[in-house]
């Protein structure tokens, strides 16, 4: 085997033990020769490893890598190699199989104990949720995301829940073209060159750029509200919004206070069912003395609402419920916009909450111009719908005397 060395960056990422490994990457970082190194290692270990890019030159460059690196396991007929099927396979167990997958549907019925997809951002997000995470389950295999960014989409989502991941199942970097210590200045001077500065940061540096229909600015300046407690807001006006969780979804709860014009508390949970859910709600009102609750009513219903407003846990908070329509969304987080421009509130720091709001967009209706706000496919926006709610709580009975600004 020809293995190529490593660039320190690299040869952590290869290192780590997590299962879920998501790289975002400036170009000539050295992705391919990562996603070979992985895949060999895999493969002579007896796994079944899947490889799969939107385009046939994504595709060619690994398997090119692949072959160059068995070339002399091939020759000795230790690895067989197929070009019609695109495979490697380890006379002793374990293969290599590279698809090109544009569309994702087209891998439905393989399985693997490794799954890489390279340049995941330019898929759809069920290149993941509905096809690839179902191939693992029989071994509870590996997955391996890499990809330059592509805006604020599910893959910008993807890479901030694996930066928020406590578990060690999952882990993400971040690399720059100049990471690779192997690429001479002159080969980065010859990418450079005629690029755009928004180019350049995308592509060399690899940073997340905000969609061209994005909603929210000055999202950074505003998220600077400070650690509190209860005990500080004694007296204060507090509302919490909500917004359900439904199949797929989390569901989001925030709490702000109208007197200091900031939020105070956060949570945010999946597949917990109803009961677990409403606990966690009524703590968290209990423990802030929330006093006016706005719940979105369109995934749990106005019969599950009317319960809460006769929970005597609740008893003495206002419960008014939102109906999410075409209608009454856009004024909701129009006004959450606003609040964001002129910096009139204060929300916690937290990677995912953020990112929710940064990659959060605006589409026009043609024929109308009338806007919908929605979050980008394969996404969720459930916390930018708890602070918008728990925002119109606010606003609705009027900023607390006494603000602290």
Known sequence: MRA??????????????????????????GKTTLNAELAI??????????????????????????????????????????????????????????????????????????????????MKADAWNEVGSPMLLDNDGDAIFTFTPQHKNHAYQMYVNALGDMSGRWQAWHGTSFDNTFLSREALDDIVKDMTEDAYKQEIMAEFLSN???????????????????????????????????????TAMSVGCATCHYEVARDR??????????????????????RTLIPESNSIGEPIIEQLRSDTELRGVTIRSFETTGASKPPLIESLGLALERAEFQFQADAIWQSELESYEATYNRQTNRPSYNAPEGCHDDTV???ALMLSAITSGGWARGAAG
């Open 4 to 29: 190529r060395t490593l660039h320190p960056k690299q040869q952590a990422i290869k290192d780590s033990k997590a299962k879920r490994k998501v790289l975002v990457t400036g170009r000539r970082f």
């Open 41 to 122: 290692i895999g493969m002579l270990a007896g796994k079944r490893v899947l490889e799969a890019a939107p385009t046939a030159f994504q595709t060619d460059a690994f398997w090119n890598e692949c072959k160059r690196a068995l070339v002399n396991l091939i020759h000795a007929k230790v690895v067989v190699k197929n070009e019609t099927d695109r495979s490697l396979e380890f006379v002793k167990g374990g293969r290599i199989t590279s698809k090109t997958a544009w569309d994702a549907d087209s891998l439905r019925g393989d399985s693997a104990d490794l799954l890489i997809l390279d340049e995941f951002s330019l």
């Open 212 to 250: 061209e229909g994005a909603v929210f600015r000055n999202i950074a300046a505003c998220m600077k509200a400070p650690n509190t407690t209860p005990e500080a807001h004694k007296g204060h006006r507090l509302v919490m919004g909500v917004d359900w969780g439904k199949k797929n979804d989390y």
């Open 269 to 290: 949970s999946n597949q917990v069912d109803y009961a677990v859910q409403r606990k966690r709600l009524v703590t968290l009102a209990n423990r802030w003395g929330v």
């Open 385 to 387: 719908m708890a602070r």
